[in-house]
Nanobody, 121 residues
Framework: QVQLVESGGGLVQAGESLRLSCAASESGFSINAMGWYRQAPGKQRELVAVITSGGSTNYADSVKGRFTISRDDAKNTVYLQMNSLQPEETGVYYC???????????????WGTGSLVTVAS
């Protein structure tokens, strides 16, 4: 079982920055990777960035060089620093945790409730 609590969304002007946080609390679950996904109005949810337990990262091409994902294992928290935000990046940002149960090793993933980011032009 994993609970994910997101924070840091809000309204910014184009070109400004925001930092999202996602705190994970887990019980009987081993997290392998955590990431951020974005769902714009009327569109499907898409990957923004992911970071593995080993520290490897992967980004959507559109955010490379502007967004940075990081994790603080002591706090079980993952962050997404978003710079130079653009209006088309408006949407709900969801935190995701992927891994497996400590008993039986069943793979699962969990989602946060989402954090709204609005970028005004």
């Amino acid at each position: 079982q994993v609970q994910l609590v997101e924070s840091g969304g809000g309204l910014v002007q184009a070109g400004e920055s925001l930092r999202l946080s996602c705190a994970a609390s887990e019980s009987g679950f081993s997290i392998n990777a955590m990431g951020w996904y974005r769902q714009a109005p009327g569109k499907q949810r898409e990957l923004v960035a992911v970071i593995t337990s080993g520290g490897s990262t992967n980004y959507a091409d559109s955010v490379k060089g502007r967004f940075t994902i990081s994790r603080d294992d002591a706090k079980n928290t993952v962050y997404l620093q978003m710079n130079s935000l653009q209006p088309e990046e408006t949407g709900v940002y969801y935190c995701n945790a992927e891994g497996k149960t400590k008993v039986f090793g069943i793979r699962r993933d969990y989602w946060g409730t989402g954090s709204l980011v609005t970028v005004a032009s």
